[in-house]
């Protein structure tokens, strides 16, 4: 079974710790961390968040199970771009190749969004490699301009910026399709795209295709898992109980890889 997980934030004060993570990974063979998995650009919180990654990697390696990294604006450089599962239909990456500003509500979004288009523009690159190299490129410049914060300070941040708050909602509410449109544009044999980034867990059908969101385990919450298991693609929620995550099974949520690529798979609606 492969689990696929987003946003831990290891560094950061209300990110999860190792041992908590693992209850959430029993039984896996494969763990993909779909980007900002650790705070690993920032001066004040990498340390921390690589010594939290480095052991849940030790921990899944003693329970069998294999770690990818793929990289978020949070982490660039730190890890594979995307990664291509069941059998070539699903799409793995985090999700701030989908917006050029990474963060339209950003103080510095318009110089990131630069940042990409001059990437873009200058790349020979086909894609997906394209875009997400030059997302990667753009939140290089997005973490030498705008530094982790705890999620209380960045709250704090946009309270000066009250125009902030109706944007990040209105990400939210385009967030799958842009998902979608990325998918249809730079790899349009997938049909399934599993990502996280906007810390809205959910799960649409748009343009025929699945839209997966796994959340954060930093604010505003509700974290979820992916997984990939046989001719199946599940969403789980993850509950906290005694301080350990592990998967809600009542609120699973599975569709048939077949039926996806068939354009049969059943229209599902955001977590609330």
């Not at 997980?5 to 950061?12: N, T, V, Y």
């Not at 939210?172 to 249809?184: D, H, K, Q, V």
């Not at 839209?211 to 990939?228: D, E």
Request: hydrophobic content about 45%; some cysteine.
């Amino acid at each position: 079974m492969i689990v696929i997980l987003s946003d831990l934030h290891l560094g950061l004060p209300a990110a999860p710790t190792a041992a908590s993570l693992m209850p959430a990974l029993a039984g896996a063979t494969e763990v993909i961390l779909n980007g900002d998995a650790a705070e690993s650009a920032s001066a004040a919180f990498a340390a921390r968040g690589n010594d939290a990654l480095a052991q849940l990697r030790e921990g899944l390696s003693r329970a069998g199970a294999t770690v990818v990294r793929i990289e978020g604006n949070h982490d660039p450089g730190c890890g594979e771009l995307h990664a291509v599962r069941a059998g070539g239909a699903m799409l793995v990456t985090h999700g701030h190749a989908f917006h050029p500003a990474i963060a339209p509500w950003s103080p510095v979004a318009q110089e990131v969004e630069a940042e990409f288009r001059r990437a873009f523009d200058a790349s020979a690159r086909e894609e997906p490699l394209r875009s997400l190299e030059a997302a990667r490129a753009a939140s290089i410049r997005e973490r030498e301009r705008d530094h982790a914060r705890r999620p209380s300070a960045v709250v704090r941040g946009m309270l000066g910026r009250p125009w902030a708050f109706p944007m990040v909602m209105g990400y939210w509410r385009i967030f799958p399709e842009l998902s979608a449109r990325f998918l249809e544009r730079a790899m349009p044999a997938a049909r399934i795209v599993a990502s996280g980034h906007s810390h809205r867990a959910g799960a649409w059908l748009v343009r025929k295709r699945l839209v997966l969101n796994t959340g954060s385990f930093t604010f505003p919450g509700q974290p979820h898992a992916v997984t990939i298991d046989a001719d199946e693609v599940a969403l789980v929620p993850l509950a906290r109980r005694g301080g350990e995550w592990r998967q809600d099974a009542a609120g699973r949520r599975a569709w048939r890889i077949a039926d996806v690529a068939r354009d049969t798979a059943s229209r599902s609606t955001p977590v609330s």
